[in-house]
């Protein structure tokens, strides 16, 4: 029983050194990751599209 009050009290001690990003920094991440999702599903459609060209000319 000791050993879970002991759990507890460390888990509520490191809930409170969360540091949690502010309204600015999540936006700004948010709009990177889409920013670079949107380039690599650009690549990989020019990609496709070049390999799909080329097989069909093989075939």
């Known amino acids: 029983m000791r050993k ?3 759990f507890i009290k460390s888990v509520r001690s ?4 969360i ?3 502010n ?3 999540v936006i700004h991440t948010t709009g990177m ?3 670079f999702s ?3 599903a650009l690549f990989f459609f020019v990609v ?3 390999l799909n ?3 069909a000319w093989i075939f």
């Open 4 to 6: 879970i009050f002991e």
């Open 14 to 17: 490191e809930w409170f050194k």
């Open 19 to 21: 540091v949690w990003p």
């Open 23 to 25: 309204r600015e920094t």
């Open 33 to 35: 990751i889409l920013l």
């Open 38 to 40: 949107g380039l690599a």
């Open 48 to 50: 496709d599209g070049i």
């Open 53 to 55: 060209a080329l097989v």
